[in-house]
């Protein structure tokens, strides 16, 4: 069976389980990252064969694949802000939503007074270090700390910041238990992607992410929503340099309520869209 062959019959399957358009992303994935051969190539080499192991390999991905097991994790690879991260499931799948997380904050500093000083940023729950890492590729003069709860999250990120060649001071701690943050300094900058689903929306997800990317870094408790903002606007109040801004994603229905958590930390705030239209985004500034 050729190469060809095999790409249609694994799109043919996946197509029971998958959108259409789902289908063909991640087969051509797949084939790409079994073969080495991208699209193209496949195409001029259609009669290109896989080996046994090649074979038993995309068999073992399709069958993970039709347990609807994300193919991130699959491959234990995601792409974010043009470079490969290593995932897996202690940690979330970077989202196009943090890319642009991440974009505003290096056009702001680009077009800023803060960068010319070396910065201080400070990111809060890091998961595969995707933001810290595509920050300090991205912007010159950067003295980076991230934290995470998750020992295992931590060991992700480390691998992640010694393949992309970034240095990145990674600290295991409890961000929401206030008497760790004397392990921590000022900063001209907080950012973070924190835990914001409340436990009773888990029904809502797609199968992939509820079932398998790690709940400690999705969800919130119903009782306390908002805990991870009302922890960042209090420690950002004392924990930020002059000129200090706050940057954090946020659930697109609740906005307003974020805003408010932060004005009453006396924060001056704006709303940010995704791509999609949705408000997702916040930056406070310090008053």
Not at 40 to 51: A, K, M, P, Q
Not at 74 to 83: G, I, R, S
Not at 210 to 227: G, K, Y
């Amino acid at each position: 069976m050729t190469t060809q062959q095999l790409y249609n019959d694994f799109l043919h399957k996946l197509n029971l389980v998958y959108e259409a358009r789902e289908a063909v992303n991640i087969t051509d994935w797949i084939l790409e990252n079994v073969s080495g051969l991208k699209r193209f190539e496949r195409n001029i080499n259609s009669d290109f064969n896989l080996s046994n192991e090649q074979k038993s390999l995309l068999n073992k991905y399709l069958v993970e694949l039709m347990n609807h097991k994300p193919v991130q994790y699959v491959l234990n690879e995601a792409w974010f802000y043009k470079m490969k991260f290593y995932v897996n499931e202690y940690v979330l799948i970077p989202r196009p939503e943090t890319e642009e997380l991440v974009q505003w904050i290096v056009e702001d500093v680009r077009i800023s007074k803060i960068q010319n000083k070396e910065l201080k940023i400070l990111d809060i729950g890091t998961g595969s270090g995707c933001i810290p890492i595509s920050l300090k590729k991205e912007l010159e003069n950067l003295r980076i700390t991230a934290v995470d709860i998750s020992e295992d999250a931590l060991k992700v990120a480390n691998k992640n910041a010694r393949a992309l060649h970034t240095e990145i001071n990674f600290i295991q701690l409890n961000f929401l238990d206030e008497r760790f943050w004397n392990k921590l300094r000022h900063y001209d900058i907080i950012v973070s992607n924190p835990p914001y689903i409340a436990e009773s929306e888990k029904k809502e997800l797609a199968e992939n992410v509820a079932a398998f990317e790690p709940a400690i870094a999705l969800f919130v408790p119903d009782s306390s929503p908002f805990i991870f903002y009302e922890k960042i606007a209090k420690f950002a109040q004392s924990h930020l340099d002059i000129d200090g801004r706050v940057y954090v994603e946020i659930h697109e229905n609740y906005s307003k309520e974020i805003k408010q958590i932060f004005s009453d930390y006396n924060f001056d705030i704006e709303i940010k869209k995704d791509i999609y239209g949705k408000n997702r985004m916040i930056r406070a500034f310090k008053l």
